[in-house]
C-alpha cells in the first residue's frame, strides 16, 4: 500500500496554482490522521475546535459531550471538516477540507462499532457521549509547494 503523502496526485491545479488532489487521495488523507478540525456555528459566532474523527465510507464520524457540536448535529447544521499537514523543511504540504451537514447517529450498533474504533484522546470512556456523522456535500484537497520547488 502507498503512503497518501507521497502518492503522486493529479496534475491538475486550482486558480491559485495549487495542485488538487483527487478524491481516492482525499479519502486516504482522512484516514491517515487521527486529529482534524470542525468549523461549526456556536450561538452565531464560527467555532473550530480539533476532534478525533474516523471515516466511515464518505463520512466523518466523530464523537460529542454536550454542547455546540452537539447542538450543531441535532438540527443538522452546516459544518465543515479540515484535515491537514505540512514538512516545512521541505516546503510541502496538504489539505482536505470536508463541507456538508452534522447528523446526529442514533443507531446503538453504529455506535458500539465507532467506540470500538475510535481512540479519543479528550473523551475519557465513562463520559457519557453522542456521535455525530459529517455528511458531506463537497469534498475537496489542495497539495502545496514552495514557490520555485
Same mark, same amino acid.
Given at each position: 500500500?502507498?503512503?497518501?503523502?507521497?502518492?503522486? +496526485?493529479?496534475?491538475?491545479?486550482?486558480?491559485?496554482?495549487?495542485?488538487?488532489?483527487?478524491?481516492?487521495?482525499?479519502?486516504?488523507?482522512?484516514?491517515?490522521?487521527?486529529?482534524?478540525?470542525?468549523?461549526?456555528?456556536?450561538?452565531?459566532?464560527?467555532?473550530?475546535?480539533?476532534?478525533?474523527?474516523?471515516?466511515?465510507?464518505?463520512?466523518?464520524?466523530?464523537?460529542?459531550?454536550?454542547?455546540?457540536?452537539?447542538?450543531?448535529?441535532?438540527?443538522? +447544521?452546516?459544518?465543515?471538516?479540515?484535515?491537514?499537514?505540512?514538512?516545512?523543511?521541505?516546503?510541502?504540504? !496538504?489539505?482536505?477540507?470536508?463541507?456538508?451537514? +452534522?447528523?446526529?447517529?442514533?443507531?446503538?450498533?453504529?455506535?458500539?462499532?465507532?467506540?470500538?474504533?475510535?481512540?479519543?484522546?479528550?473523551?475519557?470512556?465513562?463520559?457519557?457521549?453522542? !456521535?455525530?456523522?459529517?455528511?458531506?456535500?463537497?469534498?475537496?484537497?489542495?497539495?502545496?509547494?514552495?514557490?520555485?520547488?
Amino acid at each position: 500500500m502507498s503512503d497518501p503523502e507521497t502518492t503522486p +496526485a493529479a496534475a491538475a491545479s486550482d486558480r491559485h496554482g495549487l495542485e488538487v488532489i483527487g478524491m481516492a487521495q482525499c479519502m486516504a488523507l482522512l484516514r491517515s490522521r487521527p486529529l482534524g478540525r470542525l468549523a461549526y456555528l456556536d450561538s452565531g459566532a464560527p467555532t473550530v475546535v480539533p476532534v478525533n474523527h474516523l471515516v466511515d465510507g464518505p463520512t466523518i464520524v466523530l464523537r460529542s459531550m454536550q454542547g455546540g457540536k452537539l447542538d450543531a448535529a441535532i438540527v443538522e +447544521a452546516p459544518v465543515a471538516f479540515q484535515l491537514d499537514d505540512h514538512d516545512p523543511s521541505r516546503g510541502t504540504g !496538504w489539505s482536505v477540507l470536508v463541507r456538508g451537514r +452534522a447528523v446526529l447517529i442514533e443507531d446503538p450498533e453504529l455506535e458500539a462499532r465507532f467506540a470500538d474504533e475510535l481512540d479519543s484522546w479528550a473523551i475519557d470512556a465513562d463520559t457519557p457521549v453522542s !456521535w455525530i456523522r459529517i455528511v458531506p456535500d463537497e469534498i475537496s484537497g489542495r497539495r502545496l509547494q514552495r514557490a520555485g520547488d
